[in-house]
Structures are given as structure tokens and as C-alpha cells.
Nanobody, 123 residues
Framework: VQLQASGGGLVQAGGSLRLSCAAS????????MGWFRQAPGKEREFVAC????????RYADSVKDRFTLSRDNAKNTVNLHMNSLNTEDTAVYYC?????????????????WGQGTQVTVSS
């Protein structure tokens, strides 16, 4: 599976962005997909995950009720809608494909990673 993330950019606090991840490879539709982020000087952290058919999602507490993750297996894409952004959301965001079909939150649970897209939220 090859992953290409896009949609990052600069936004003011309170604004919204949509990140997209385009996947190639037949394994996409059977894999859970996740988003992680890494701010300067910090470890990569879990943001959100969706299971193989989109029926189950899980979010980090810090983004719950603000971010929404969805997927379209027909188009091999996952989208992360981010609302009410704040400066603590500033980071490089990575999409990743899991080794399994169900929701998982650890970085070691994912074996394919995109290149990352920068999200910067200004105050």
C-alpha cells in the first residue's frame, strides 16, 4: 500500500481543514486506516482511526468532537475533517495503513505510512 497525504496548510484558530489520504494497492479496503501527528520536539501521537468498512472509529481525547474521520473504499481514500482548530493542533499529520482490519491506536500497529502534511494553526 502506498499512501499520499494532502490538504494541510495554514489556518487561523477556530478554522477548519480537511486532510485526505489517497491509497494505492488492493490491501487498502481490508485495512484499518489511521492518522497520527507529530509536533516539533514531540513524539508521534495517535489522532484517529477507522476500521476497514468505516463502521467503527476511534479518536484521541484531544480531538474528539472536533475531528471526523471517514473513508471511501471505492475511491481508496480516507478524509480527516478537522474543525475548531487550535494552536495545539499544529503538527505534521501522517496517514497510515494498519496491519489489521479493526481499530488500533499504536504506531507499531501500522506498517504503511504516508509522507506527512503540515498543519499550522495561528492564534
Amino acid at each position: 500500500v502506498q499512501l499520499q497525504a494532502s490538504g494541510g496548510g495554514l489556518v487561523q484558530a477556530g478554522g477548519s481543514l480537511r486532510l485526505s489520504c489517497a491509497a494505492s494497492g488492493r490491501a487498502f479496503s481490508s485495512s484499518a486506516m489511521g492518522w497520527f501527528r507529530q509536533a516539533p520536539g514531540k513524539e508521534r501521537e495517535f489522532v484517529a482511526c477507522i476500521n476497514w468498512n468505516g463502521a467503527s472509529t476511534r479518536y484521541a481525547d484531544s480531538v474528539k468532537d472536533r475531528f471526523t474521520l471517514s473513508r471511501d473504499n471505492a475511491k481508496n481514500t480516507v478524509n480527516l475533517h478537522m474543525n475548531s482548530l487550535n494552536t495545539e493542533d499544529t503538527a505534521v499529520y501522517y496517514c497510515a495503513a494498519a496491519r489489521v482490519s479493526f481499530v488500533v491506536v499504536g504506531t507499531s500497529d501500522y506498517n504503511y505510512w504516508g509522507q506527512g502534511t503540515q498543519v499550522t494553526v495561528s492564534s
